[in-house]
């Protein structure tokens, strides 16, 4: 079917397009981008008042599935990731039993092709069951469909491991991304550790856990030529480790999620597990960072790090919860309503971040409305008033600690493939 989009504002920072336009769409791919397009028999969709950019990518989800699809699944997750505005979406690989064999990543891309809203990337262990002892199949999986490699959940304590690693990644040209957490000085801490943590009487986690991780991975990819990510970094001295190595040539990306942009660590004050996150939120100067890292260039994408949690899995004690939240149909609201409406960065800036920034990353050829581009597309209301209601997700889970928050701006249209797959014009 052939497709026009008419009369909307077209942002592509790829193509170098900010302005009005309209799109044709043939046989799954853009196949025309101009200021007007005559329709010749084509469907059209008049978008008058929004914005069409390049699909929007979730470089880092969790949706459990296989072995706990009481919390998400394939079919669920990738709801939610159309329902929010995103066009594909990567899963980290702590499933059970984990990502880490050719045969669960072909399990996974097979439910994807049976099941799945919106494509779904696998980004597989770096370590055998993340154990972090031996290095997992990561060849077989990169040739069955794999996208990167990760232990998230859990660090590469090992440095020896984390070199071989990024040694071995280089062959496949595949990312090795690293939750950043140095295991001996966390240890058992459930929020950051400070001021705060100590009025609460919960046990605190340090940022210079997360720093010296990152020192590490960044010393390492300089040694071994490697290209390493920063999954969900949350402080501002790993944001100037990165920024400073990106200014070396070192091979380092590194993304941020739209809690830590959002919330501090004083989220936590009333006991709330659903601002239960790993890392945890930070101080407000680690948050003011990590915004000036958005503004100039230094973060690459904005990731969910979307974690369902059954509700009673989380109506516990403080301590004894459940890390993360859901973020998938939360994402792009919150990134409108502070960043772009908040005047940290202008729009084509936020859009590189969802969708060109994570292609980068990730080597997918995403990320732009070129012609012959796969017909991918986010279309964004920049003011429509979002009241989070967590009743209403897609996802199987409602974990969130934006429940009630009024937001400025909404994702209210995801076409995948040339296929309109969630429309909530």
């Known amino acids: 079917m052939t497709l026009l989009l008419r009369n909307a504002r077209l942002v592509d920072p790829e193509a170098g397009w900010d302005g009005p336009g309209d799109v044709l769409i043939d046989g799954g791919r853009v196949t025309r981008v101009a200021k007007t397009i005559a329709p010749d028999g084509a469907k059209e969709i008049d978008l008058g008042g929004l ?46 039993p984990p990502i880490d064999s050719r045969s669960v990543v072909e399990f996974v891309l097979a439910q994807a092709r049976l099941h799945g809203v919106v494509p779904v990337y696998p980004i597989g262990c770096v370590s055998k069951a993340q154990k972090g002892e031996e290095l997992a199949e990561m060849g077989d999986m990169a040739l069955a469909g794999a996208r990167g490699f990760s232990d ?12 071989r690693a990024l040694e071995y990644a ?52 300089e040694a071994t030529g490697g290209a390493v990510h920063i999954a969900h970094m949350s402080t501002g001295r790993a944001a100037g480790l990165v920024r400073s190595a990106k200014a070396s040539g070192i091979r380092v990306t590194c993304e941020v999620t739209p809690h830590h942009i959002a ?121 429509r008033e979002v009241k989070v209601d967590a009743g209403r997700f897609a996802s199987k889970s409602s974990n969130t600690p934006f429940r009630g928050w009024t937001l400025r701006g909404a994702a209210v249209m995801t076409i995948v493939g040339g296929h309109v797959v969630h429309d909530a014009r």
């Open 152 to 163: 998230d959940g859990k660090p590469v304590a090992s440095a020896g491991l984390m070199r």
């Open 51 to 96: 914005v069409v950019c390049p699909g929007f990518i979730d470089m880092h989800v969790h949706l459990r599935e296989p072995g706990q699809e009481w919390k998400e699944t394939i079919a669920t997750g990738t709801r939610a990731a159309a329902a929010g505005g995103f066009t594909g979406v990567a899963c980290m690989p702590n499933t059970e």
């Open 263 to 383: 919330l501090t660590d004083e989220a936590v004050l009333g006991y709330d597990a659903d601002a239960k996150m790993n890392p945890p939120l930070r101080r407000p100067t680690d948050r003011e960072a990590l915004l000036a890292a958005i503004a100039d260039g230094t973060v690459d994408a904005i990731a969910t790090d979307h974690a369902p949690h059954h509700a009673d899995e989380k109506c516990v004690e403080f301590s004894r919860a459940p890390f993360g939240v859901v973020g998938l149909e939360t994402a792009v609201s919150i990134c409108l309503d502070r960043l772009v409406h908040g005047g940290i960065v202008p729009l084509a800036r936020l859009v590189e971040l969802l969708s060109a920034g994570p292609a980068r990353v990730l080597r997918l050829a995403k990320g732009s409305l070129k012609p012959g581009s796969d017909a991918d597309v986010t279309v964004l209301d920049l003011d």
């Open 170 to 221: 280089q062959i496949f040209d595949l990312p090795v991304i690293d939750h950043c957490e140095e295991p001996t000085l966390v240890k058992g801490g459930v929020v950051h550790e400070g001021e705060i943590s100590t009025r609460l009487g919960l046990a605190g986690w340090p940022g210079v856990a997360e720093d010296i991780m990152v020192s590490r991975d960044i010393l390492l990819a």
